[in-house]
Antibody
Framework: QVQLQESGPGLVKPSETLSLTCTVSGGSISGYYWCWMRQPPGKGLEWIGHIYYNGKTDYNPSLKSRVTIAVDTSKNQFSLKVRSVTAADTAVYYC?????????????WGQGTMVTVSS | DIQMTQSPSSLSASVGDRVTITCRASQSIGTYLNWYQQQPRKAPKVLIYAASSLESGVPSRFSGSGSGTDFTLTISSLQSEDLATYYCQQTYRTPYTFGQGTKLEIK
């Protein structure tokens, strides 16, 4: 059974870079999209972007200038970087698997990790 | 971006009730529509994909319908464990946008 686990700092200073890693266990990275979402406290879900296992990326235009998603197939991991963060980037960040056999529905999710932007 | 609008934003229902949540897309998305359930303090999980396909392991009281711009999630007989916020998401075109959520409370 595939499981995802986010890791990274829970506190980031304003103007710095938020960096998170998602480790995929119990299955292969091949053949799927690997996605990042976020959810500010008390609010809804926002799709940040995804990377296909071959490295092709797609980002939300609202964040595209500040975001990079990368994949490391040798480690079965993918990562998220958000540059120049502000308080508005405070949120629970989720990694998830997008399944092309299910029209890219997000069929496996990590538990989420809270990231606070504050000095 | 494709805008997804859910209604209602919140609702309260009793155990055993039939519950319906709707989702409208700002343009036609065929059946590229998924439904998620987010229970309190948990990650979302997919219930329905491609508008009407039930994800493996999801109880059969959940069903989805619709195509084009209008979609519906139905819970045929509400259970106490269905307390959650429900989101629709389109995967027709990136960015893959979500609806604002429908918070379901149990009376």
């Amino acid at each position: 059974q595939v499981q995802l686990q986010e890791s990274g700092p829970g506190l980031v200073k304003p103007s710095e870079t938020l960096s998170l890693t998602c480790t995929v266990s119990g299955g292969s990275i091949s053949g799927y999209y690997w996605c990042w979402m976020r959810q500010p406290p008390g609010k809804g879900l926002e799709w940040i972007g995804h990377i296909y296992y071959n490295g092709k990326t797609d980002y939300n235009p609202s964040l595209k200038s500040r975001v990079t998603i990368a994949v490391d197939t040798s480690k079965n991991q993918f990562s998220l970087k958000v540059r120049s963060v502000t308080a508005a980037d405070t949120a629970v960040y989720y990694c998830a698997r997008g399944n092309p056999d299910r029209i890219d529905a997000l069929d496996v999710w990590g538990q989420g990790t809270m990231v606070t932007v504050s000095s | 971006d494709i805008q997804m609008t859910q209604s209602p934003s919140s609702l309260s229902a009793s155990v055993g009730d039939r519950v319906t949540i709707t989702c409208r897309a700002s343009q036609s998305i065929g059946t590229y529509l998924n439904w998620y359930q987010q229970q309190p303090r948990k990650a979302p999980k997919v219930l329905i994909y491609a508008a009407s396909s039930l994800e493996s392991g999801v109880p059969s009281r959940f069903s989805g319908s619709g195509s084009g711009t209008d979609f519906t999630l139905t819970i045929s007989s509400l259970q106490s464990e269905d307390l959650a916020t429900y989101y629709c998401q389109q995967t027709y075109r990136t960015p893959y946008t979500f609806g604002q959520g429908t918070k379901l409370e149990i009376k």
